[in-house]
Nanobody, 121 residues
């Protein structure tokens, strides 16, 4: 099983980025998939998650209204649309799959390599 977060980069405050995370090795259409991030010197934190059928989504308060999580089960891929980015969003972003509790990182069975997002003028 492999997950690979893609789409990070350097952007100015107020701009947008879209991260994607294609999964391979097994289908995750029935499983929760999530996004987490870790800034330098800080603990990993939950960002967003989505259930297998996209019926429910979950967001950290810090990103609610600015970020949108979505998925395409036909492509076995989860996305994170990030709008109105702020310098405090700077972090390495990780995708993860298969959990019973969407907000808890320790619950996820599979993790991808991260992608760096830097928000700076």
């Amino acid at each position: 099983v492999q997950l690979q977060a893609c789409g990070g980069g350097l952007v100015q405050p107020g701009c947008s980025l879209r991260l994607s995370c294609p999964a391979s090795g097994r289908p995750f259409s029935r499983h929760i998939m999530g996004w987490f991030r870790q800034a330098p010197g800080k603990e990993r934190e939950f960002v967003a998650a989505i259930t297998g059928n996209s019926a429910s989504t979950y967001y950290a308060d810090s990103v609610k209204g600015r970020f949108t999580v979505s998925r395409d089960n036909a492509k076995n891929t989860v996305y994170l649309q990030m709008n109105s980015l702020k310098p405090e969003d700077t972090a390495i972003y990780y995708c993860a799959a298969q959990a019973s509790i969407p907000r808890q990182g320790d619950e996820y069975r599979y993790w991808g390599q991260g992608t760096q997002v830097t928000v700076s003028s």
